[in-house]
């Protein structure tokens, strides 16, 4: 079990509180979490996180948990009472929630000058659609970086929610909390961090903006170097249904790639020619389904042709490469990412299970020196696997509480 005096982790000491939440919020707290710090993760009772058993919920791994109902007259104190000995504090909320609960930036800072007030949202604090409800998929269209992804005569392909929630929004929330820290650890003034999935997702694509700029980067889908637009930049299916990414651009690697596929060598000088480039797809797409993903694999192995197979989610963590690393990790009976990036003199690991809500109260009470957080735990005492994923939430509508974060209030919900 986490202590709090237990160094792993350049983060070792620092002290974390997370508003409960679902999606971008949750996967920073992980990784500053994964990083050393002493994450504590408030819970509300009855509440729920991703619709899983709570002990499969990766991104609540190396954290503790504490119930805390804020929709009791007291709840708003104890989240105070952290707040005024944490580091940092992250929530999730859309704007004006957390003010209205009494536990915004200007309540925590009344009691903690110090303190990085970390806020997640999908459209900001402010603009015409701050205050609306929203998913990944529509915080990355509106900023151009969906558009650029896909077939162009196909609608744009979903990346999942790794390029809005976890690149422009978790990403950029932990880079700026931590830089905020280090202006709060120099002056001893905390700040507030709007980090908003819109802007770090538009901020991710400035290279392309500037090639746009100099004319280096048509605005459409699949027609440049990066986007499958190039033939010798992209993926193709094999013999067996399998596929191989290639990503031959220099041309060194273009010329080695071409030797090892063979049997396209009299379109070598396509590589120069983007009007050739149909031609030169074709013929690749061809040889590519002549043998399965294994033959291929075995055909570039140990070459520097820039090819690799595409793996799933299930064969990455077997891939030699990623298992001399160590890249994933068998913990509490599941297999997942191991925290990134490496230290050479503080190690991360995965230190404990995911958090389940509330198991952790009696403990962080004493760590932190919050004995009333016993007391807002008494009343909602009960087995942490008592609510079962994926069934209806308790009715909270008769709470004489307004503006409680439910499932509306949450400017980010995990797609």
Request: aromatic letters at 6%; one cysteine or more.
């Amino acid at each position: 079990m986490t202590t709090a005096g237990t160094p792993h982790g350049p983060l070792s000491g620092v002290r974390v509180v997370e508003l409960a939440g679902i999606g971008p919020g949750p996967f920073a707290a992980m990784l500053l979490a994964d990083l050393g710090a002493d994450v504590v993760r408030v819970d509300r009772p009855g509440g729920q996180g991703l619709a899983i058993d709570p002990a499969h919920d990766v991104t609540n791994r190396n954290k503790r948990s504490v119930l805390v109902d804020l929709k009791s007259p007291d709840g708003p104190a104890r989240v105070l009472d952290l707040a005024a000995r944490a580091d940092i504090l992250i929530e999730g909320y859309r704007p004006g929630v957390a003010e209205r609960l009494g536990v915004g930036p200007a309540d925590c800072h009344a009691r903690n000058p110090r303190l990085v007030y970390g806020r997640m949202t999908g459209w900001g604090q402010e603009g015409p659609l701050a205050h609306r409800a929203g998913h990944d998929v529509a915080y990355i269209a509106v900023t151009g970086t969906l558009g650029m992804i896909g077939r162009p005569d196909e609608p744009p392909a979903v990346p999942a929610n790794l390029l809005g929630d976890y690149a422009g929004g978790s990403l950029y929330l932990v880079v700026g909390v931590l830089a905020a820290l280090h202006h709060a650890r120099a002056t001893g003034t905390g700040q507030v961090v709007d980090a908003a999935i819109v802007d770090g997702t538009a901020h991710l694509a400035s290279m392309i903006h500037g090639m746009v700029a100099a004319g280096r980067w048509q605005d459409r889908r699949a027609a440049n170097l990066l986007d499958g637009g190039c033939p010798y930049y992209g993926t193709y299916e094999t013999a067996d249904g399998g596929h191989m990414a290639v990503g031959a651009l220099e041309p060194q690697f273009y010329a080695e790639f071409l030797d090892r596929l063979g049997g396209v060598a009299d379109l070598a000088d396509a590589r120069k020619d983007w009007t050739r480039w149909g031609e030169l797809r074709e013929r690749v797409a061809a040889r590519f389904k002549e043998r399965s993903r294994a033959e291929w694999t075995a055909v570039f192995e140990g070459s520097d042709a820039c090819v690799a197979p595409v793996l799933s989610l299930g064969e990455a963590p077997h891939h030699p490469h990623l298992a001399a690393r160590g890249t994933f990790t068998d913990h509490a009976g599941i297999t997942q990412p191991a925290p990134a990036p490496r230290f050479s003199a503080t190690p991360t690991t995965v230190r404990t299970a995911p958090a389940r809500p509330g198991a952790d109260t009696t403990e962080v009470a004493h760590d932190w020196a919050v004995p009333a957080l016993l007391d807002a735990h008494a009343p909602h005492d009960r087995a942490p696997d008592a609510h079962v994923p994926g069934g209806p939430l308790p009715d909270t509508s008769d709470s004489p509480v307004p503006d409680t974060p439910g499932p509306d209030d949450h400017d980010k919900d995990a797609t």
